[in-house]
């Protein structure tokens, strides 16, 4: 049986974050489905692990951990020499480099874009009613945002450098569900370097397979 388990659900961004990058480092895992608005977060072997019930828990051997990016970080460390081998860089300015735009991402594009996700990109939740005032801050909040990446990605094909690395990883889940909505994807398509940039990310075959899962029906418990 695999080492690594992941409790969590693939429709989650944390967990299709980090179930992305175990396909990418071709990782054997085992997947203990979690459906966070339904009763399976009580199971006894998950609430050992996350008593608060987050949306994600990672296990590998004796390692526990529940933040994505710090769990996309310990993959790329632990298995450097197996998968994809340039998630983290090959050198200290690589590296530098890949940090300054997951920071970038975790600091300036997650909380505009994830808030366009909640309001915009999911069927609204019985009750309710999307906030108008948030989704126009986020989109101009996340517009300016995509106007850096633009001017990256004119330079370079991703974002720390001419490899695909951590820091467009994590960009996938919330650029998903975005460029898919109507009303969103506008703000990606009016930048060809950041449009460009998307369909190479998306395109993955890493990722192709984390949208399948996303698709299977929630176990229910």
Not at 28 to 43: A, C, H, N, P, S
Not at 71 to 85: F, P, S
Not at 100 to 110: C, I, K
Request: hydrophobic share 40%.
């Amino acid at each position: 049986m695999a080492s690594v388990k992941v409790f969590g659900s693939p429709t989650s961004a944390e967990v299709a974050r980090v179930l992305t990058c175990l396909f990418e480092k071709e990782i054997e895992f085992q997947l203990i489905r979690v459906d966070t608005y339904k009763g399976q977060k009580r199971l006894p072997e998950y609430l050992k692990l996350q008593p608060f019930g987050q949306a994600l828990t990672f296990e590998d051997g004796k390692t526990t951990l529940v933040d994505s990016r710090a769990i996309c970080r310990h993959l790329a460390e632990k298995y450097v020499e197996q998968g994809n081998k340039d998630l983290l860089g090959s050198g200290t300015l690589e590296r530098a480099s890949i940090e300054q735009w997951l920071q970038t991402e975790a600091q300036n594009f997650d909380q505009p874009s994830s808030a366009l996700v909640f309001n915009l990109a999911f069927p609204p939740l019985p009750g309710l009613v999307p906030d108008e005032e948030v989704i126009e801050r986020s989109k101009k909040r996340l517009a300016q945002v995509l106007d850096i990446y633009e001017q990256r990605l004119d330079e370079t094909k991703y974002l720390a450098g001419d490899k695909f690395t951590l820091a467009d990883l994590s960009h996938l889940p919330n650029t998903e569900r975005l460029v898919s909505n109507k009303e969103c994807r506008s703000l990606f398509e009016a930048r060809k370097n950041v449009f460009k940039w998307c369909k190479a990310i998306l395109g993955r075959a890493s990722w192709k397979r984390v949208v399948e899962m996303q698709k299977e029906p929630p176990h229910i418990v």
